[in-house]
């Protein structure tokens, strides 16, 4: 129970003096002393009665509550029946260690509040098991996993006072019981659990932020991915497991109270292997679109496939949609884990606006895989027009942004030993387009893989013809070419500090106009040309010459 309930309580005629924010604290337990220093007695988590006989003077509220607060008791009750009013120097030392205070009216007696808390904390346990035995019938017989995630998580609000949310492991929130989490907590909770998950930390596994301590449970399906109960290898299935996110600290907790939390986990596990089971049509829709296009089917044949597939996916369009394509690529170093289920999953969660609730817009999204390649067919509404004006669509996915709300937490679940390289496509509105977006869409992928970083993207307008080369240069000949031009400027650098790497990308970004960049570097023109003249003088190159000059813009690129 939580010191809020004891406040709401009337007949326990509890006043409140100070520590409003720390209400959510939860009772353990009650004790009641009046001795200067009852720490010997105290485990933490009590709620202290006290009748105030240790005080004789002001300066003794101090080093009172300061005992308490170290002991980590939920907070204080002080008796109205010896003094009168709860003096003010009590008042300020329990906002001084932030410990909530109560004034208990002289006609209650503290058997009462006693006998109430342990009545309350004493039952917890007992009603622990009876709720989840409740909540398993009534999430099995009323219809399909009883209402989903969000019925399971009112009960655990309404019976035990556990705030929870299931997150996605990009953290979107897809239930929750009251107020939504803040999307920067719930990605930092997602990145938390994925790295605890890598790393082979036992759960449950506890953050703190914002000075609110969660526990983090996983949320294992058994379906697709999984042999058995439990997958081959965690890599297998750490990017597209759901977990559940409870506003308390499990770190204390009885085993009963745990086994309770892991059969939750379990029955929304249920309805986590259901709904994946219901995407079975979308990708079947989307394998045999790929399948059509990939064959160099007609395009009348791949037209009409797509109108099968619109229904389904925009349900009431009353205009064949626009479309695009997006391609991603798992990678783990070794290449012993299967990359294409993975990258399957995962891409139908980062197709979903992360500050959307629920699951439902990925209901709405197509995703096949072959190999270890992931490829979405997303349906776009074309926005009306003209009669006959052609007018193109303005909710077109951008590579640049699609990957910027999670790339957190997939990095923190790829670790030092996973990659993600995603490329999307321009939008087309015919099949005969949709072949040219699908090698579009590859060939940014493999843009967005020539980069550094473990979560790479890269979009259609990327493709500027010396991009389209670059993916197809071997490794190692990029870096000798960049070796070449760029490591006797970097050596000069570093040696005399004279930033010829800063000057070099700022004059070619100018255009080699002389005054420009000497304004952009804040420099005298006669300087920026004598740091130019010692570029060239240590590359043997000449940067008045076209080709010099774009051997150094791809050298810069490269690097």
């Known amino acids: 129970m939580r010191l809020r309930a004891l406040l709401e309580t009337e007949a326990l005629g509890l006043r409140l003096l100070g520590g409003e924010e720390e209400l959510d604290r939860t009772v353990r337990g009650v004790m009641t002393t009046d001795l200067r220093d009852p720490s010997r007695y105290l485990s933490g988590g009590e709620l202290v009665l006290t009748g105030l006989a240790w005080r004789r003077n002001s300066a003794d509220s101090e080093p009172f509550v300061r005992i308490l607060a170290s002991a980590g008791v939920a907070g204080l009750a002080a008796g109205e029946a010896e003094l009168g009013d709860i003096p003010d120097d009590l008042v300020t030392a329990c906002l001084r260690n932030r410990l909530p205070l109560f004034a208990v009216n002289e006609d209650v007696a503290f058997a009462t509040i006693t006998e ?61 019981a009251g107020e939504p989490l803040a999307p920067g907590i719930c990605a930092a909770l997602a990145s938390e659990h994925l790295a605890a998950v890598r790393t082979g930390r036992r759960g449950p596994h506890r953050i703190s932020l914002q000075g609110i301590t969660y526990s983090l449970f996983p949320i294992r399906g058994h379906g697709r991915g999984a042999a058995g109960p439990v997958a081959r290898d965690v890599r297998e299935s750490v990017l597209s497991d759901w977990l559940l996110a409870v506003e308390a600290d499990a770190g204390d907790w009885p085993a009963e109270r745990l086994d309770l939390l892991q059969g939750v986990t379990q029955l929304i596990a249920v309805e986590r292997d259901r709904r994946d089971a219901a995407r079975t ?41 626009h479309w695009q394509v997006v391609v991603a690529r798992v990678d783990w170093d070794g290449g012993d884990i299967a990359g294409g289920p993975v990258a399957q999953s995962l891409l139908e969660e980062i197709l979903v606006d992360p500050s959307v609730s629920g699951p439902e817009p990925s209901d709405r999204i197509a995703v096949a895989h072959a190999g270890d390649e992931a490829i979405a067919l997303v349906p776009l509404p074309a926005p009306a027009g003209e009669p006959g004006e ?19 937490p997939l990095a923190a679940g790829l670790a030092d030993d996973g990659r993600l390289t995603l ?17 579009e869409a590859r060939h940014a992928r493999r843009v967005a893989a020539a980069r550094p970083g473990r979560v790479c993207a890269a979009g259609h307008h990327e493709l500027a013809s010396h991009v389209l080369l670059l993916p197809f240069v071997p490794d190692d000949v990029r870096r000798a070419f960049t070796a070449r031009l760029l490591d006797p400027l970097r050596d000069y650098d570093r040696r005399h500090r004279a930033e010829l790497i800063p000057t070099l990308e700022a004059f070619l970004d100018c255009d080699g106009s002389w005054t420009r960049c ?25 940067l008045s010459r076209l080709e010099d000059k774009l051997d150094f813009f791809l050298a810069l690129r490269m690097s």
């Open 116 to 176: 109430y808390v342990v009545r309350q904390v004493s039952g917890e346990r007992a009603g622990d098991l009876a709720a989840v035995v409740d909540r398993h019938r009534r999430l099995m017989t009323s219809g399909p996993a009883g209402g989903g995630p969000d019925v399971v998580l009112d009960l655990l609000t309404t019976d035990l006072d556990l705030r929870a949310w299931v997150l996605s492991p990009t953290g979107r929130q897809i239930a929750g």
């Open 281 to 321: 049509v979308r990708r079947r829709l989307a394998q045999e679109v790929l399948e059509l296009v990939q064959t160099g089917a007609p395009p009348a044949e791949i037209a009409a496939r797509l109108r099968v597939a619109a229904p389904v996916l925009l349900p009431g369009l009353g205009s064949a949609p």
């Open 390 to 408: 052609e007018k193109g669509p303005d909710t077109a996915l951008h590579a640049e942004t699609l990957l910027a709300a999670v790339r957190d």
């Open 423 to 439: 490329g999307v496509s321009a939008a087309v509105s015919s099949a005969e387009g949709l072949r040219g977006a699908l090698e």
């Open 518 to 542: 000497a304004t952009r570097l804040h420099l005298h023109v006669n300087t920026l040309r004598y740091r130019v003249g010692r570029i060239e003088q240590l590359t043997a190159r000449d």
